[in-house]
C-alpha cells in the first residue's frame, strides 16, 4: 500500500520558537495532502488541505499565519508552527491522496508535538 | 456543520466475540472510509466505500456504505488481540476521500 512519511516523530521546542513538520509521500504522488490535529482521546481534526504548487485551504478557526503550510512538490509537504505556545502542543497528522477520483488518503504516523 | 456521530464510544469483549459498529449522520457522504488507530500511530485505511449499499469485506473485517448515503458499519468477526485499538469512521460529500470528517472514534479491547 501507499506509504506516507512524517519528520520528526517527536518534537519538544520552547514556548516563542517554530518548528517545521515533514511529510512525504514515498511511492506515490500526492497531487493532495492534507494537515490535521489530535488532542488526547479526541478525533482527527482537518487543519488545512494543500495542493501540489498552490495555497493551502485552511478550515474556519485554523490561523494561517500561525500554521505555514508549504506544497512545493509531489511528494512533499511541510506545516510550520510558528511561535509556538504550549497550548499547540498536540499530534499533528498528514495525510496524502493521488487526488484523483476514488483516490484514498493515506496517512503519516504523527509528529508529537510539545511546547514548554 | 457536517458531523458523524460514532457509536459505541467504547467497546469491551471477550477474544473470539463479533464486533459491530457505526457511524450515522444527518448529512448525505459520498465516501465512507474506517481507519484504525494504534497509540501514537496514524490511523491505518481499513476500508473505503465509494457506492451506496455497497459491501466490502477485507479478512475479518466487512463494511457497508449505507443506502441512504447517511450511515455506514463496520464488522469484525472472530477478534483476536491485535484487533485492539481505535476504529475512525471518516466520510466525504466529494467523490473519493477528499477533505474528511472524522467520527469520534471506537475503542476497542478485548480481554484474552
Known amino acids: 500500500g501507499a506509504v506516507v512519511s512524517q519528520h520528526p516523530s517527536r518534537v519538544i521546542c520552547k514556548s516563542g520558537t517554530s518548528v517545521k513538520i515533514e511529510c512525504r509521500s514515498l511511492?506515490?504522488?500526492?497531487?493532495?495532502m492534507f494537515w490535521y490535529r489530535q488532542f488526547p482521546k479526541q478525533s482527527l481534526m482537518l487543519m488545512a488541505t494543500?495542493?501540489?504548487?498552490?495555497?493551502?485551504?485552511?478550515e474556519q478557526g485554523v490561523e494561517k499565519d500561525k500554521f505555514l503550510i508549504n506544497h512545493a512538490s509531489l511528494t512533499l509537504s511541510t506545516l510550520t508552527v510558528t511561535s509556538a505556545h504550549p497550548e499547540d502542543s498536540s499530534f499533528y497528522i498528514c495525510?496524502?491522496?493521488?487526488?484523483?477520483?476514488?483516490?484514498?488518503?493515506?496517512f503519516g504516523p504523527g509528529t508529537r508535538l510539545t511546547v514548554l | 456543520g457536517q458531523q458523524l456521530n460514532q457509536s459505541p464510544q467504547s467497546m469491551f469483549i471477550q477474544e473470539g466475540e463479533d464486533v459491530s459498529m457505526n457511524c450515522t449522520s444527518s448529512?448525505?457522504?459520498?465516501?465512507w472510509l474506517w481507519y484504525k488507530q494504534d497509540p501514537g500511530e496514524g490511523p491505518v485505511l481499513l476500508i473505503a466505500?465509494?457506492?451506496?449499499?455497497e459491501l466490502t469485506s477485507n479478512g475479518r473485517l466487512t463494511a457497508q456504505f449505507g443506502i441512504t448515503r447517511k450511515d455506514s458499519f463496520l464488522n469484525i468477526s472472530a477478534s483476536i488481540p491485535s484487533d485492539v485499538g481505535i476504529y475512525f469512521c471518516?466520510?466525504?460529500?466529494?467523490?473519493?476521500?477528499?477533505?474528511?470528517?472524522f467520527g469520534q472514534g471506537t475503542r476497542l479491547t478485548i480481554n484474552p
Open positions: 494543500s495542493n501540489e504548487g498552490s495555497k493551502a485551504t485552511y
Open positions: 471518516a466520510a466525504s460529500a466529494l467523490q473519493g476521500a477528499q477533505k474528511l470528517v
Open positions: 511511492d506515490f504522488q500526492a497531487t493532495t
Open positions: 448529512s448525505i457522504f459520498n465516501t
Open positions: 495525510s496524502a491522496s493521488e487526488g484523483l477520483p476514488w483516490a484514498t488518503q493515506y
Open positions: 466505500l465509494y457506492k451506496a449499499g
